[in-house]
């Protein structure tokens, strides 16, 4: 376990150990998974080092959840189709879920929420993926081979908890920007 990775020596004792068949598991501070990889090659590693050690890339963010006071939103299925979930090939889609939004009562002080979950995305770094990496991809290409083999990015994430009455779409729009 490194705890986080600040600077170009602790990426490449990480890169090293890596190498030699260690697990290693870290943190590092960026936006979504794909700006992980621009993030190790601008602090200096070198793009095959990250194409052969970096196997998994998960970004995470916190949203508030919903307190049992919730109802459903008033414009919840308008504000969906706005954020693309009706539109032919996206990969959610909407069949009749009424979004909620946060309420307020004595349970959660008048908040509407209670808690918090989490939110991922999850870019496996496949051959492909390695591919792009070596040959200086931006965060934009890798973001696109990631969505093409399926990945959800953080707002589709969120989207989905939307969609299961979990929290609500301005949370998740406060807390993702559009790609």
């Known amino acids: 376990m490194v705890g986080e990775i600040r600077d170009l020596e602790t990426a490449d004792i990480s890169v090293k150990a890596s190498q030699t068949g260690h697990l290693v598991l870290s943190t590092l501070h960026t ?69 909620f939004c946060a309420v307020g009562c004595e349970l959660c002080n008048g908040s509407g929420y209670s808690g918090r979950t989490g939110i991922y995305e999850v870019m496996p770094i496949t051959e492909r993926m390695r591919e792009l990496i ?20 953080m707002r589709e994430s969120g989207l989905e908890k939307v969609l299961e009455g979990i929290t609500t779409i301005e949370e998740i729009l406060g807390a993702t920007k559009a790609d």
């Open 31 to 99: 936006n979504d998974a794909a700006s992980t990889i621009i993030r190790l090659k601008n602090m200096g590693v070198e793009a095959f080092n990250v194409a052969s050690s970096v196997n998994l890339v998960i970004a995470q963010r916190l949203v508030r959840t919903l307190c049992s006071c919730k109802q459903p939103h008033p414009q919840g299925l308008t504000a969906l189709s706005s954020l693309g979930l009706s539109t032919p090939g996206s990969k959610l889609t909407h069949s009749g879920e009424t979004p």
């Open 134 to 153: 070596l040959e200086g991809a931006s965060r934009a290409e890798l973001q696109k081979e990631a969505s093409s083999t399926g990945v959800l990015n």
